[in-house]
Nanobody
């Protein structure tokens, strides 16, 4: 059975930090470049960070650059997102999924249709 579980979200104050995990089972996450997408009800779905298959190259949306760090441990079949200096603007459901096999827009359609890899993890930044 193929499964992905995102975890690590929660409620945090502005300026705080969270570390999200994307753990896969039943398939090799290393087969994919992986990204973290986020979705809030009143905002456009956004790819905030992605990492290549080997973990040697990363990219970030301008909105999170310098604050978020994506990494992966292929031996653990897990991708991480370290989030620092969090802002209320970062409040969203965060999902991990493949990148490079379709457009961000198409992947966001899947996320919005509840067809993403996993269930997502909620990040709420509030004082």
């Amino acid at each position: 059975q193929q499964q992905v579980v995102e975890s690590g979200g929660g409620l945090v104050q502005p300026g705080g930090s969270l570390r999200l995990s994307c753990a896969a089972s039943g398939f090799r996450l290393s087969n994919y470049a992986v990204g973290w997408y986020r979705q809030a009800p009143d905002k456009e779905c956004e790819l905030v960070a992605n990492i290549d298959r080997g973990g040697s190259s990363t990219n970030y949306a301008d909105s999170v650059k310098g604050r978020f760090t994506i990494s992966r441990d292929n031996a653990k079949n897990t991708v991480y997102l370290q989030m620092n200096s969090l802002s209320p603007d970062d409040t969203a459901m965060y999902y991990c999924n493949a990148v490079g096999i379709t457009t961000v827009e198409a992947m966001c359609v899947l996320i919005e249709s509840e067809k993403s890899w996993g269930q997502g993890t909620q990040v709420t930044v509030s004082s």
